[in-house]
């Protein structure tokens, strides 16, 4: 927009439209302010936008979101009633607006200083956020304006502000509602289920019969989401390196919804052809294709009712991305070589370790198939995020392994467990997995010891390896096996080896001095 031309009524509107929907695409709100605040800057020239939100647990106003301010500067961004311009609007509840900021410098409220001619002509706005009647927040942003158009220039900032601070009101509302409603649906889901013994207190996070283990901080927020979406029928996409259990969490997902007495059918599509995987996904009919002998049912048919897990979504062809967009849209599917629509029933757990934002962008995945899957995202931590929960894995580990092979293990040693601990786990939980197996097969006095570790944990001290020189005498061994190497290269011509080796005559003639080489021994012999 142009700073000298007030968007029309119609432009407005589309503004309006398009930053509501910029607020739906996101689960969650705070993930939805960038892009708003990109789109204020953009398309309507407001410029620094910042969003703030009420901390219930604390009473103040936190930075969600700021053009302008890294992330550590979010971070320490706290607002208290009455501090700064921001703290003024959260006390009264009321928009401020100040026409020039140079004229007044006490409501600068931004991290950082700035120099007074970068102020003038620079007019602020603080607009509050209001839901039921109470402040949840403020809207701020500023605009340079030059001093004969700032009358119109600031009602019309006024209004559209605040037409947007009441779309983030509302969105946020309507969040809250959702997670009420999930969190009624786990309770009934609970009361209902005399097997179910989750606790809802936040520093237990115990399923009953969970086939998941870990008690670390990034399994708890783990654990939360699973309770929280898996009463309900939303479409969950599970991200996370390869061997961190995402099949694990979408189990757990199926083990606690209303479809848990249904059957749960797995995918794993980096696994299936694909010349076969659209077969394998909706069935054909007889005739199809050559082979195709008799009526076939797809995994979509064989989950109805239940759920169907997608693992490594990401490796799926555009062409089977086109097919599995319609039937999340439409909810049902055509077998290979039929013509009748067959209406299916299904929760969708899809779960990946690649970067699908990063593969919208190259264009190797559909963006509107991205958006139909992350609904509800759920990221497992690699395994080196989760130290805590390495011993626990361990011990579990342990008792399968010793069980399954008849193996009394005991214990596992403290050296042992030193090496757990510290190996930084690029295979995640299945190569920690691999590691205790293999260690319950070598052990013969029931205990798991440090040596019983893969060549790959094992370090310096475990082994007795510790280096045994000093620098200066391995630099020297170094020094010689270099010089005599060139000797051999220059058949004994120190002239020809001190330039190879960038040094004068002088020099190589001193260190093989030194070092008591017989440069003759690499002479070609005389015949």
């Keep these: 927009m142009n700073a000298a031309a007030i968007p029309d009524e119609n432009e407005t509107l589309r503004l309006l439209l398009d930053i509501a929907r910029t607020l739906d695409k996101h689960v969650e709100l705070k993930s939805s302010l960038a892009p708003l605040l990109s789109l204020l800057e953009v398309r309507a020239g407001l410029v620094r936008g910042m969003v703030t939100l009420l901390e219930r647990s604390s009473g103040v106003l936190k930075i969600e979101e700021a053009n302008g301010l890294s992330s550590e500067e979010k971070e320490r961004g706290v607002y208290r009633l009455g501090e700064g311009l921001i703290g003024r ?19 600068l409220n931004r991290a950082g200083k700035r120099a007074q001619k970068d102020l003038e002509g620079l007019t602020c706005y603080c607009i509050p956020i209001l839901a039921s009647g109470s402040v949840i927040g403020t809207l701020s942003a500023e ?92 479409t969950v996409l599970i991200t996370g390196e390869s061997g961190t259990g995402k099949e694990l969490v979408a189990q757990e997902i199926h083990r606690l919804s209303k479809r848990a007495n249904k059957v749960m059918v797995k995918v794993n599509c980096a696994a299936l052809p694909e010349s076969v995987i659209e077969s394998e996904l909706f069935g054909h009919e007889k005739g199809a294709f050559t082979g195709a002998v008799a009526q076939r049912k797809g995994r979509f048919e ?13 490796d799926l062809s555009p062409q089977i991305q086109v097919k599995l967009l319609r039937v999340l849209q439409e909810r049902e599917i055509e077998r290979v070589g039929g013509n009748q629509p067959i209406k299916v029933d299904v929760r969708l757990i899809a779960a990946t370790n690649r970067k699908l934002e990063q593969e919208v962008k190259d264009g190797a995945f559909r963006e509107d198939l991205y958006y139909r899957l992350n609904v509800f995202p759920i990221h497992v931590p690699p395994l080196r995020e989760r130290k805590s929960d390495i011993v626990l894995l361990a011990d579990y580990f342990v008792e399968k392994y010793a069980e399954k092979h008849g193996k009394p293990i005991k214990r596992i040693s403290s050296p042992a467990l030193d090496l757990l601990t510290s190996y930084h786990w690029p295979g995640n939980i299945r190569e920690l997995e691999n590691c205790i197996e293999r260690a319950v097969i070598l052990s013969t006095d029931m205990v798991i010891h440090s040596y019983h570790m893969p060549p790959s944990l094992q ?48 020099q190589i003639g001193l260190r093989i001095h030194h070092y008591g080489i017989d440069w003759r021994l690499y002479r070609p012999a005389k015949k």
């Excluded at 509302?173 to 959702?178: A, C, M, Q, T, V």
């Excluded at 096996?481 to 001190?498: D, F, P, Q």
């Design 89 to 107: 609007v959260f006390e009264s509840g009321l928009p401020v607006i100040v026409p020039d900021l140079a004229q007044e410098p006490r409501f």
């Design 143 to 234: 605009r340079r304006i030059h001093a004969e158009q700032r009358d119109v220039w600031m009602a019309w900032d006024k209004t559209f502000l605040e037409n947007v601070a009441s779309i983030i009101a509302d969105s946020a509302k309507l969040r809250e509602r959702i997670l009420e409603e999930q969190f009624r649906l786990r309770q009934e889901l609970l009361k209902s289920d005399a097997t179910q013994t989750f606790q809802p207190d936040a520093s237990k996070y115990v399923h009953a019969g969970s086939p998941i283990v870990g008690t670390s901080t990034p399994m708890k927020g783990v654990y939360e989401l699973i309770s929280q979406v898996a009463p309900s029928n939303a």
């Design 302 to 314: 064989l989950a109805h009712g239940g759920t169907l897990f997608l693992d490594e979504i990401g």
């Design 459 to 506: 370090s310096a001290q475990s082994t007795h390896t510790e280096p045994t020189t000093t620098l200066d005498a391995a630099l020297s061994r170094l020094e010689k096996e270099l010089i005599i190497e060139v000797l051999k290269i220059t058949s004994g011509n120190m002239a020809a080896a001190a330039r190879q080796l960038g040094i004068t005559e002088r």
